[in-house]
């Protein structure tokens, strides 16, 4: 199928019809716990590819972060995958995947995976990953797979592969929350053209028909609306974004509750911009919204600093995301305080 072919409008109503239906999302949803962890990478790790590469796969580092997870009482996390990892050895993958899992499980939490992702630096590669550059945001944070190759459709079957072989290995999983099929689309600049290989994506992880719940963050750009009909209309679960303050919170909620489906926001928390755990986590739990904030440990990724961070900045006096120091202090302890009361008991 060519990428016109994806977004014909009898495929894509064809699709639609295969999401779980409404009762089934919401037992489903019932039936879980709250789910509130963070987006996660460990600090070591600059990105998905340092993360996972074998080279540099660190269990024991990643073990020792969710012992502080676990701790905060955080049960669930939000982890990024890439294409390329599967490209260059896909058994060896799927193993560092199920080390991973089973490090989840031993702390009690279950795992939000991200197959595509558009943020960041478009060129991704394999091997040695850049050093951080001082002061800058997620400085080495690579898209997946990035702007040329998503456009190109001889590499869709090649894509298909990836979606359908990681899902297919986990579909059964029980340490699997669920599947994020695509990070941000419609970012970066790239707008519309994401939507082939949005809907694409969607449509070979239908044909798995994993046991676990598929999800699109929608409400990044509401100028852009066929990107939120897409990603409302072909998830079981509708996932969004939120660094906004409460009052922006509270109507994104409004708007997305109307689809009677189960929500989670996977990404929040922007301290400078009034987005915190405070004012945030309160919100999610009186709506039972399951909650996903940006970053545990300050590392490599170096996103205590702000989006727009100038090279060589000083550390900001108030963090832009994560909660603990590489030692495992907090970065603020009446912080850590709350979430620990907030979320006592959140296995139950």
Not at 116 to 126: A, H, R, S
Not at 255 to 275: A, F, I, V
Not at 283 to 291: C, L, N, Q, R
Request: charged share 25%; proline share 7%.
């Amino acid at each position: 199928m060519n990428k016109k072919g994806f977004l014909d409008d009898s495929f894509i109503a064809q699709l639609s019809k295969q999401k779980w239906d409404e009762e089934r999302a919401n037992e489903w949803y019932e039936a879980q716990p709250w789910f509130v962890g963070c987006n996660y990478i460990p600090s070591t790790a600059i990105n998905q590819l340092e993360m996972l590469q074998e080279k540099t796969f660190n269990p024991s580092r990643i073990d020792e972060e969710l012992g502080w997870a676990e701790e905060l009482g955080f049960n669930a996390l939000r982890i990024f995958l890439h294409n390329l990892l599967w490209e260059e050895n896909s058994t060896s993958f799927k193993e560092r995947i199920e080390k991973l899992l089973t490090i989840c499980k031993s702390h009690h939490m279950k795992v939000l995976f991200v197959l595509f992702d558009e943020m960041w630096n478009q060129n991704p590669k394999l091997g040695d990953q850049p050093e951080p550059i001082p002061g800058i945001h997620n400085s080495g944070w690579v898209a997946s797979p990035g702007k040329k190759r998503m456009r190109k459709i001889e590499d869709f079957p090649i894509f298909q592969d990836y979606v359908q072989g990681v899902v297919s290995a986990f579909k059964k999983d029980t340490r699997i929350l669920g599947w994020d099929i695509y990070n941000e689309p419609g970012n970066m600049g790239i707008n519309q053209r994401s939507l082939p290989l949005v809907v694409a994506g969607i449509s070979w992880a239908r044909e798995v028909d994993p046991s676990q719940p598929i999800t699109v963050g929608a409400y990044y750009f509401p100028h852009i609306p066929e990107i939120n009909e897409i990603c409302i209309n072909h998830s079981d679960i509708i996932s969004f974004h939120d660094y906004s303050k409460p009052k922006i919170t509270l109507k994104v909620i409004e708007n997305l509750k109307k689809y009677n489906r189960p929500l989670l926001c996977t990404e929040y928390l922007s301290r400078p911009e009034g987005n915190r755990f405070e004012t945030q986590l309160p919100i999610f739990k009186k709506h039972g919204i399951g909650a996903f904030n940006w970053g545990l440990v300050a590392g490599k990724t170096q996103t205590i600093f702000p989006w727009d961070s100038k090279r060589d900045g000083p550390e900001p006096e108030i963090w832009f995301h994560d909660i603990l120091h590489e030692d495992g202090n907090p970065y603020s302890k009446d912080e850590v305080e709350f979430i620990k009361s907030m979320l006592k008991n959140v296995q139950n």
